[in-house]
């Protein structure tokens, strides 16, 4: 549990496979897009960050990892 307003980061371990895995997150069922919500950023590391969290952020996250396959 992080404090209103503080940051987190969510690791994910790398998946391997063929094709390459993509990697995503999702918040209480939902696909985070960083895009439509730029408090939180998909690292390259496979990581997820959020800033300035509120209290909808407050539930499961969970990463997933998919290819085509």
């Known amino acids: 549990m992080r404090p209103l ?3 987190m980061v969510i690791s994910c371990p790398k ?3 063929a094709p390459e ?3 995503y997150f999702t918040h209480n069922g939902t ?3 960083s895009e439509e919500n730029p408090r ?9 960050s959020g800033k ?3 209290f909808e ?3 499961k996250y969970w990463c997933t990892a998919a290819n085509i396959n």
């Open 21 to 23: 895995p993509v990697v």
């Open 5 to 7: 307003g503080d940051q």
């Open 40 to 48: 939180f950023v998909i690292l390259s590391s496979d990581g997820l």
């Open 15 to 17: 998946p391997s496979g």
């Open 57 to 59: 952020d407050s539930g």
């Open 52 to 54: 300035n969290l509120t």
């Open 31 to 33: 696909k985070i897009d």
